[in-house]
């Protein structure tokens, strides 16, 4: 689709049109099993065979074009043109009725199936409506004439793969159907005006939408470092240009970032906003910052995409037309609903959806993908546009779009870009698969040549062998002839109900698959075994640069921020692959004086320092703070185990003034606000409120305790990630590289989370507290380098100065504010 609203015309193909207005049916996951590799290339040998055999008068992929005018604006007509390509037309001279000749036309529509055509009762209701639009243009382009339509299905079978199919008459169905002119013009005009609506809300919402942005501006007085912000983004967005901005929690930047996209895309440079984050909560702050610039009044429309599992009616999210009534007939109502939604609504909030989804008996994930085509911003994880399995096909699989990616807290796209672009095999999972599939002599034959070639490599491996691209071709090639025989499979018995675990053995291969076909030098593939055992072959992105640069080139521009980039250069070379990608630092707006941030200096987390001894000086270090003054208090340990132990020595050693709770392993939604609520209760507490919680974990970010919801953190420990076997191979692949393997493995991810445990603390300009990081390492020289600016001024403390320390700095804080009064009370005089 090319849509040019701003010039009233829009361009859009046949097939695009009839499949949006045509649709009907079930939501059915066993339909939306990929084709085989090579399916695409079956149907065009098929088209190409069948053209071939048609004879002289057979014109093989005639191009198709027709512009015709809208009325809906009373201003100026709104030009449409719908374009595509016929397989073939016949133009021949056959006798009427009278004997007398007259010029014939045909239009055959060839579809490639996998399944026996012998038992088609009739064509596809969407294939035939795409005959029929090329039909019309080509009775009009000869003449107004009558036209027959051909739909030709062709039977594609598994042993044609590789070679051209044998074209069989058994296997070839055809079904005609003959139209006079002004039947034929009437197909054409009735798919045309059941398109109308779609594209007059789309025109007409524009121009509102744009109109809008020139009555709003920044909805505050702009806070110190905001205004840089709002102009470099800007700058980013309408030179086309990438743009990483390191700035401090709490000084507003999803606005800083909202507000200049919505300009540039108002003024034509920009289409959709895409607001990216890792977690769903995080989501939350963008849908409230488009409201306070809805109240101002932009008319910019915004959705956010939940995942499937949290929005589904049912316990477990089955796509299954006999087990659920929302995925029964879902496409047949689907349409009904989002024009109602979007012509009634531009805050498109969750429950709101679910009320839509519900009212019209639909399934609020698919529907929610749907909608969002037609609003301007989407908020959504990371992994709907960058995950090679699940980002938004209807987006980013044409080519280049002119969209803007807003992306939150980029630090988190690391690891999570590593897992998205890697992919295991397990040997286990492939040999099971020949008791799934024991009904499938293609798809057994090739899973148990794939499990002879794991088996060999797991003969070489010991407890981990590296490999390169040409060393597992072999099994590559026959993972890719086993996705075929599988996709086959599915299509053939789809009326019999597919098993989960053959669908999930089925996505496993599939992955493997298309992570080979993408390897880069960033990745590094290798063998090893689980802990109970079972041997894999993981393909292992540790560099995501290139993967992630595939998506960045195909959008207007891309815009990271965080407030701990530190250091710059290790993100932009993982994230964007280039080192000179434009960034900006911008400095706290927050008076420096209303923190202490104080290293103990006499604690570690050091893996040969954990004992009691260390536990019980942790634990007292924690309680001094948290008993110097009451209020609310975070501490962050490096793990659960130790959080554990730690725990323990509290318990001990609490003498009543400090109440405690504890983050779990495993905490649901509910649980997680709960603990959060207990912040925000009465802030007058006789006894402090101490939180115990892990570092890097559900509280380190994403969460916003103001004022004295908040009034001091502790970390322990440098955020070391744990040595495990991939964060080695993370360490040798960068040594290899020439650069500090530790610091991109462990130091540098580490630090990142002890500087978003730290931002907790001061959110606003009222915000005061103490910070205290509770390990020697942090007095390292390559530790101090990474120190953001903020935190240039620390005093360094230990067991026996740190309970002075935190009390004189609350006495400082307090003879301030008494001062501050007497100030005010003065002027008031």
Same mark, same amino acid.
């Given at each position: ?42 149907g065009a ?53 009278t ?67 044998k074209?069989?008459?058994?296997e ?145 999210a089955?796509?299954d ?19 109602? +939604? ?15 989804a ?10 929610? +993908?749907?909608?969002s ?67 499938g ?46 996709s ?13 675990e053959?669908?999930?053995?089925f ?16 990745? +590094? ?19 995501p ?67 009691r ?31 554990e ?163 004189s ?21």
């Amino acid at each position: 689709m090319k849509k040019c609203f701003r010039e009233n015309r829009m361009t859009v193909s046949v097939r695009e049109l009839v499949e949006w207005v045509v649709r009907e049916g079930d939501i059915d996951r066993r339909s939306r099993v990929p084709e085989a590799e090579n399916a695409m290339l079956l149907g065009a040998n098929a088209h190409r065979k069948l053209q071939k055999a048609s004879g002289a008068a057979y014109q093989a992929e005639v191009p198709v074009s027709r512009t015709v005018e809208l009325h809906f604006d009373a201003d100026r007509p709104f030009l449409l043109t719908v374009d595509g390509r016929a397989d073939g037309v016949i133009r021949e001279e056959r006798p009427d009725e009278t004997e007398e000749k007259k010029p014939a036309l045909t239009v055959d529509e060839i579809k490639g199936v996998f399944r026996k055509v012998s038992e088609m009762e009739g064509p596809e209701n969407v294939h035939l409506a795409q005959a029929e639009m090329y039909a019309y243009i080509l009775s009009e382009e000869d003449g107004c004439v009558p036209v027959s339509v051909q739909m030709t299905y062709v039977e594609l079978k598994e042993e044609d793969a590789g070679k051209a199919p044998k074209l069989i008459p058994d296997e070839i169905r055809r079904f005609t159907f003959d139209y006079t002119y002004e039947e034929i013009r009437a197909r054409f005009e009735h798919y045309v005006a059941l398109y109308e609506p779609w594209i007059k809300f789309m025109v007409l919402h524009e121009r509102e939408r744009d109109l809008s942005v020139s009555r709003v501006t920044f909805p505050y007085p702009y806070r110190p470092g905001q205004k840089g912000i709002v102009r470099k983004v800007y700058e980013a967005v309408t030179e086309e240009k990438n743009l990483f901005v390191q700035a401090p929690t709490g000084i507003g930047k999803t606005l800083a970032m909202l507000y200049p996209v919505v300009q540039s895309v108002s003024a034509g440079m920009g289409d959709k906003i895409f607001y990216l984050t890792a977690k769903t909560v995080a989501g939350r702050a963008a849908e409230d910052a488009v409201r306070i610039l809805s109240e101002k009044g932009l008319a910019f429309s915004c959705i956010q995409i939940t995942a499937k599992e949290k929005l589904c009616p049912l316990e477990k999210a089955e796509c299954d037309p006999t087990r659920c009534d929302r995925a029964k007939g879902h496409f047949s109502r689907v349409n009904d609903a989002i024009f109602d +939604l979007i012509t009634h609504e531009t805050e498109i909030r969750t429950e709101l959806l679910l009320s839509y989804a519900e009212k019209h008996a639909v399934c609020p994930y698919e529907f929610a +993908l749907d909608v969002s085509l037609f609003v301007d911003i989407i908020i959504c994880d990371y992994n709907y546009v960058f995950d090679p399995h699940v980002y938004f096909r209807r987006y980013f699989s044409g080519g280049g779009t002119d969209s803007v990616l807003l992306i939150d807290e980029a630090h988190n796209l690391v690891e999570r870009s590593r897992e998205m672009y890697s992919a295991v095999l397990l040997k286990e999972d492939v040999l099971s698969g020949k008791k799934l599939f024991a009904d499938g002599k293609q798809v057994v034959n090739r899973l148990v040549k794939v499990n002879r070639i794991l088996l060999e490599m797991k003969r070489e491996t010991e407890e981990r062998k590296e490999w390169d691209a040409t060393s597992l071709s072999g099994l590559y090639e026959a993972a890719a002839s086993l996705q075929e025989a599988m996709s086959r499979y599915f299509d053939r018995h789809r009326d019999r109900g597919t098993e989960e675990e053959k669908l999930d053995l089925f996505f496993e291969v599939s992955d493997f698959v298309s992570t080979y076909d993408a390897l880069t030098e960033g990745y +590094l593939p290798y063998s090893s075994f689980t802990e109970d055992g079972r041997f894999y072959v993981k393909l292992f992105c540790i560099d995501p640069a290139a993967r992630l640069a595939e998506r960045l080139s195909e959008v207007r521009s891309g815009v990271f921020f965080s407030a701990t980039f530190l250091p710059i250069l290790y993100y932009k070379e993982l994230l964007a692959g280039d080192p000179e990608e434009e960034a900006i630092y911008v400095d706290s707006p927050f008076d420096p004086t209303k923190k202490k941030l104080l290293i103990s200096k006499d604690v570690s987390s050091k893996y040969t320092r954990r004992n009691r001894t260390e536990y019980g000086r942790i634990a007292g270090q924690i309680l001094t703070m948290a008993a110097s003054r009451p209020g609310n208090y975070l501490a962050f340990l490096p793990s659960h185990k130790f959080l554990e132990e730690v725990a323990l020595s509290v318990e001990e050693q609490n003498d009543g003034r400090v109440e405690v709770i504890r983050q779990e392993k495993t905490m649901t939604d509910e649980e997680r606000r709960a603990f959060l609520s207990r912040f925000k209760e009465a802030p007058e507490r006789e006894n402090s409120l101490l939180g115990l919680t892990v570092t890097g974990g559900l509280f380190s970010e994403a969460i916003d305790l103001k004022g004295d919801a908040l009034i001091g953190v502790a970390v322990v420990g440098t955020g070391l990630p744990q040595v495990s076997m991939e964060r080695e191979l993370v360490r040798l692949y960068f040594e290899r590289t020439g650069k500090n393997g530790f610091d991109y493995a462990y130091r540098f991810p580490g630090f990142t989370k002890v500087q978003q445990a730290v931002g907790r603390l001061i959110r606003t300009s009222s915000d005061e507290g103490v910070a205290l990081l509770m390990d020697e390492r942090f007095l390292y020289r390559e530790n101090l380098k990474l120190f953001p600016r903020e935190w240039t001024e620390y005093e360094v403390t230990d067991e026996k100065r740190l309970s002075g320390a935190i009390r004189s700095f609350w006495e400082e804080r307090s003879e301030k504010r008494e001062t501050i009064e007497e100030t005010e009370e003065r002027d008031d005089d």
